[in-house]
């Protein structure tokens, strides 16, 4: 007791010493605070989004497949959360970076990633928080990451709060958005922390073959650069195309894989994400503790989630998985047919996720110099909302999402083709009308 004493006396005098000097009130904020922002928060904020009253909205930029009710989780994975709520074992604290047996579970579900085991997993609180732990542990202030562009936003959100400089490399989408791989390698230097790898890509909806994965690959080797891959719509492929893990192409590149239930299995709010661990020549000694001690920070992911993981991952019924994808591709090939026709924008064929972007041949649209006033005018006239492509860092483009009804995208698309029939020119004098064939 004595040494409490006097600790807490030394305590005392020491504030005693040092009085404050402040007259008012002033409670500033952090730099982490200051720094960090959401790009697409702060662009769709700044634009006057005022539908037309007449017509009904249709938000074509929201990335919640939940959101208009025709997506549903499977039986299964509901009746796997109420058995856990029943029977009231995961009601308590679990261990920071999860229990063991969901950590095991997603350890198998995983499998065609390479071979891993439950000390290989993370469970975070969805996959945003897993990318906010692979960034956190990997990269810090005078550093510098490599994001696609266009890219998701949440990347930029997560670095520059850290003081973490982002660099962009580009993706072609004459190429199906393949990565520009020169220009890529050549932001790299001795800061360069890490590289992200989206695939399937939220905004473009692309899927790399193997062989682009296994340049992307060659080049981290060349530069022992470690990647974060970002693969939160795996298997979200259509036919023709191939989801390859990059983890299970990696030979030498040490890759934090991360994963999560938010999209395949139609359940973004139970916020379940993940982290897998691949290093076969054990580089990520000291991550694998960093990630350890972050997980901490949160006290793990939600524990009633946890405990129905294995039930969920084991007995979601393959159909489940397979009429989600067969719906996205029918209303990508719906969206992608009926933009083709449209004057002015230039729809590219999405090989998965939820996502498809169009182009935007703004120099056709004279009354609007950018993406954003192009949005804008859609709204009011034609109450249909896609996200600008300057969210993405890519301007004169458009995101639009997959996952509403089939007729809502139908009507969707019968509004953009009446707007872009009325204000495309062929320049800034002449409009060009399909009716009845003639120039006027």
């Given at each position: ?17 040092g ?15 200051r ?21 009904q ?18 039986p ?26 969901a950590?095991?579970?997603v ?26 732990l ?39 989408p004459?190429k ?29 909806g ?77 580089l ?7 990630l ?10 939600n ?10 991952l ?6 489940f998985?397979?009429?989600l ?51 804008q ?42 707007f ?21």
């Open positions: 007791m004595k040494d409490l004493d006097d600790l807490a006396a030394i305590h005392l005098k020491s504030h005693a010493l009085k404050s000097s402040r007259t008012k009130w002033n409670v500033p904020i952090t730099d982490f605070a720094l960090t922002h959401n790009p697409i928060r702060a662009i769709v904020e700044g634009l006057k989004i005022v539908p037309n009253p007449d017509k909205l249709i938000a074509l930029s929201i990335g919640d497949p939940t959101t208009f009710g025709n997506l549903k989780p499977a299964e994975i509901v009746d796997a959360v109420r058995r856990v709520i029943e029977d009231g074992s995961s009601n308590g604290y679990g261990p920071s970076t999860g229990f063991l047996e950590r095991q579970a350890a198998d579900y995983v499998a065609y990633q390479g071979t891993v085991t439950a000390n290989d997993v993370i469970l975070c609180s969805g996959c945003s928080c897993a990318l906010d692979c960034l956190s542990v990997l990269a810090g202030p005078g550093q510098n990451i490599l994001i696609p562009k266009p890219g998701f936003s949440i990347y930029r959100t997560l670095a520059e709060g850290f003081g973490v400089e982002c660099r962009y490399y580009d993706l072609k004459d199906n958005w393949e990565v520009d791989l020169l220009q890529l390698e050549s932001l790299i230097d001795g800061n360069t922390a890490a590289l992200i790898v989206t695939n399937p890509s939220n905004p473009c692309s899927v790399f073959s193997k062989s682009h994965l296994k340049a992307i690959l060659n080049i981290a080797e060349k530069h022992y650069l470690p990647i974060i891959a970002d693969e939160i719509y795996e298997h979200f492929v259509f036919p023709g195309h191939e989801f390859h893990s990059v983890s299970s192409l990696s030979e030498k590149v040490p890759v934090l894989s991360c994963g999560g239930l938010t999209k395949r299995f139609l359940v973004p709010g139970w916020r379940m994400g993940w982290i897998v661990i691949h290093d076969r020549d054990n990520f000694r000291d991550v694998r503790k960093g350890a001690n972050l997980s901490a920070r949160i006290l793990g992911a524990t009633l989630i946890q405990g129905a993981l294995p039930d969920i084991n007995n979601t019924p393959s159909a998985y397979d009429d994808v067969s719906t996205l591709c029918r209303h990508a090939e719906l969206a992608y047919k009926s933009i083709k026709q449209i004057r002015g924008l230039r729809p590219i064929m999405p090989g998965g996720a939820m996502y498809m972007m169009i182009g935007i041949e703004i120099e056709h649209f004279p009354e609007y110099d950018t993406d954003l006033e192009f949005v005018a859609l709204v009011a006239e034609q109450s249909v909302f896609c996200l600008p492509g300057q969210c993405f860092e890519y301007p004169n483009f458009m995101r639009i999402v997959l996952t509403v009804p089939e007729n809502m995208i139908s009507e969707a698309c019968k509004r953009l083709h009446d872009c029939e009325k204000h495309y020119r062929l320049d800034n004098n002449i409009i060009e009308t399909c009716q009845h064939g003639l120039m006027v």
